[in-house]
């Protein structure tokens, strides 16, 4: 894995990242390649809050399988201890909003935890409020509270808005989410337009145009702060390839690109790290389990809901990227759906380069050298994440009633 | 839910590789199950954990969070409804422990199998109600869960880090601190005036004025009502229970690895007073609760405490081993 290649790989607008001799950018959360010295949050798979002041086993037997495999970017990201960010979950009481914001509560990065929904917030801010874990919590109840438990905030994420049940698509959510999700980022470019704005309420392939759009009429639209979170979708994949391979979960890290929904969502699994081969029946039925993750949730819950516990575990492992860019860590990768020039579709998910001004590189690498599989699933996918697409562009632009 | 006479001799099998006693029997079948190898099966350092009451408030929050922890490599998740929802569910999450879900008293025998550590829950509060008003629905359940002719003293663990959490977060507040540098000792019970917060003995050495000793007192104590009421009728505290079940749960993983010095508030079998059980700090090692500490210095306002604490205390205990003898 030669680190030129990674060099020349990326599109940017300001500096070529410093020669490294890590290997093609990781998508995953990369907390542990950095030293220092007092309590640590090592990503998303551990919180050193869980065990107290006391060194963490969490951190430990990660820093311990993790090293040998990871080498560090040129210059050491330092926690620092006095980071403190603010964050707003938006949709807070919610069966995503409530494990999310235990786990956002439980990052040492946040000074301030805001949490907003229409009903209930009040009881899950004094229940997270008792965890001794340093940020504040504080609730909003109401479109009236909205503006307040918007201002000054870093990051501002969105899960609010109904989930499916057994037999619906995502897009059947498109109804009432696409005029919550319209609602609230309107808030937004009012109160924080600076923010890093998260995006989670599905369909995410019509949610995130109708925040652009939004934005944009307010006059605020930067591309770079805008994300379709899908981080969800990789987990999946690296836990399937993991199971189906016999890997080592830590070591494992798939691409995943397109969009959020059914055959939008492409794993590239032939650029699955670690490398390994697959037949062509394990790439097909791969693709399609990952593709269908989602359903199998829904069933499994039998009306009950979709996936929030591994949706609030991607969601945090996001928040917790952007916290990381925002603090100045140069080495954030993930995959999301942003706005892009990767193909012609105004929007694509990809992996990204997080920095402090939000998307700093788009990683074209991810679109060259791609299967035959891999070629043909992009070119099938492109027609409905474009009607998706346009379907929210054109919701967002309706005239108002 | 009806258990027959040969359950004790079923349990006894289930949780038989944690028993030295029985290890000589295991050993003649198969040489390899000395009670170090029972540890991680399938090759993987790591411990077995069940969560009964999975599809709850609390036990979907604590199996996402028992989930993220690299000392968990197996993860039972146990419910009487909506089990494969959350399995599916936490099954997606890309960290080593492996998940399974049951559902059903029939399946519960398969959950516990094996198992290194289980977290039994129950039905939350509604305001108005005491913990106490809980009782029979819980006590019921936990009866079920624990039956068994193989108590071990050391292996029964209340869970009050919520108290201890809490205690530490109103501590941090008072005095300006980050509340992950307080540490507030709480003995006693796990509810209302049976929680005893030792203000005298917090680290780092603080004091108190009596105001704020009796402010602090009281929200801890009534910190559990305090959400109640804030949730009005939606539930108890679920969030914040999960996390201090969590952090309780990975401090006991740790003493079963053997790690030195792991020292945790715990509601256990204990002669400190003479109550039967009563909560102080505990150091968890291989076997359990290995070591119970006494109070320690108490000052005057502490002294009170556990006088009035052990009377409610005496009474709860005792209407548990009624229930129990029934």
Do not use: W
Request: proline share 5%.
């Amino acid at each position: 894995m030669a680190a030129t290649s990674a060099a020349s790989s990326i599109s940017i607008g300001s500096t070529v990242p410093r020669a490294t001799s890590s290997s093609l950018p990781q998508s995953r959360a990369q907390a542990v390649n950095f030293n220092y010295s007092l309590p640590r949050f090592t990503a998303l798979r551990s919180s050193t809050l869980l065990s107290g002041p006391e060194s963490s086993s969490f951190a430990k037997s990660l820093r311990g399988s993790v090293t040998k495999s990871q080498s560090t970017s040129t210059k050491p990201y330092g926690l620092n201890i006095n980071a403190s960010y603010k964050v707003a979950v938006l949709g807070a009481a919610g069966g995503i909003g409530q494990p999310l914001s235990l786990l956002i509560k439980m990052s040492p990065l946040v000074s301030t935890l805001h949490l907003y929904d229409i009903a209930n917030v009040k009881g899950v801010a004094a229940d997270l409020s008792h965890c001794n874990t340093p940020s504040q919590v504080r609730d909003f109840t109401g479109p009236a509270e909205l503006a307040d438990c918007l201002k000054d905030v870093n990051v501002v994420v969105i899960p609010a808005g109904v989930p499916r049940k057994p037999g619906m698509t995502r897009d059947d959510l498109f109804n009432i989410n696409a005029g919550i999700v319209k609602t609230l980022v309107e808030a937004v470019a009012d109160n924080c337009p600076n923010a890093f704005i998260h995006i989670i309420s599905n369909p995410v392939n019509s949610t995130v145009p109708i925040a652009a759009e939004v934005l944009k009429k307010k006059g605020v639209y930067d591309p770079k702060k805008l994300f379709g979170v899908t981080t969800l979708d990789v987990v999946r994949a690296n836990t399937f390839v993991s199971q189906k391979k016999n890997l080592k979960l830590i070591d494992v890290d798939v691409p995943v690109i397109g969009g959020h929904a059914g055959i939008t969502i492409l794993p590239l699994l032939s650029k699955t790290k670690p490398s390994v081969s697959f037949t062509d029946e394990e790439i097909e039925k791969l693709t399609l389990r990952i593709q269908n993750a989602g359903t199998e949730v829904v069933d499994a819950k039998a009306g009950a809901g979709s996936a929030t516990l591994s949706m609030a575990y991607a969601a945090a492992r996001f928040v917790e990227s952007s916290l990381r860019a925002l603090d100045g860590d140069g080495d954030v990768y993930e995959c999301s759906f942003v706005d892009s020039t990767l193909t012609d579709l105004p929007f694509f998910a990809s992996r990204i380069k997080i920095g402090r001004n939000g998307v700093e590189a788009v990683i074209e690498s991810d679109l060259q050298g791609l299967t035959e599989y891999e070629q043909k699933a992009l070119e099938a996918l492109k027609p409905e994440l474009k009607a998706s697409i346009e379907k929210g562009v054109a919701f967002a632009n309706k005239p108002a009633n | 839910m009806e258990f027959r006479g040969d359950a004790s001799q079923r349990i006894a099998m289930i949780s038989a590789h944690l028993q030295p006693s029985f290890t000589s029997q295991m050993e003649e079948k198969n040489s390899v199950m000395g009670r170090e190898n029972c540890r991680g099966k399938g090759g993987k350092a790591g411990f077995k954990v069940a969560i009964l009451g999975a599809a709850g408030g609390i036990g979907q929050s604590l199996s996402l969070l028992m989930k993220m922890n690299p000392l968990v490599s197996l993860l039972h998740l146990y419910d009487v409804v909506n089990a494969p929802g959350v399995t599916a569910d936490v099954s997606h999450m890309d960290t080593g422990a492996v998940v399974r879900g049951f559902l059903g008293a029939k399946q519960l025998e398969d959950a516990l199998t094996g198992m290194d550590l289980v977290i039994p829950a129950g039905v939350p509060r509604k305001p108005g109600m005491t913990r106490d008003d809980l009782f029979k629905i819980n006590a019921g359940i936990v009866k079920t869960l624990c039956e068994a002719g193989t108590y071990d003293p050391k292996k029964l663990l209340g869970v009050t880090t919520l108290d201890v959490a809490r205690a530490n977060t109103f501590v941090a507040e008072v005095l300006g601190l980050d509340p992950r540098e307080v540490d507030v000792p709480v003995v006693g019970g796990h509810a209302g005036v049976t929680i005893l917060p030792l203000l005298s003995q917090v680290k780092p050495p603080s004091s108190f004025t009596p105001s704020e000793t009796e402010y602090l007192t009281n929200r801890i104590q009534n910190g559990g009502t305090e959400v109640v009421e804030a949730k009005a009728g939606a539930g108890s505290a679920t969030l914040s229970m999960a996390y201090a079940a969590a952090k309780f749960a990975d401090a006991c993983l740790r003493g079963l690895r053997g790690d030195a010095n792991v020292v945790e508030c715990s509601f256990v079998a204990s002669q400190v007073t003479e109550l039967p059980f009563f909560a102080t700090k505990v150091r968890l090692g291989r076997t359990g609760a290995e070591e119970v500490y006494q109070l320690g210095p108490l000052n005057e306002y502490e002294r009170v405490g556990p006088e009035k604490a052990k009377e409610e205390l005496a009474g709860s205990i005792q209407k548990g081993v009624d229930f129990i003898r029934k």
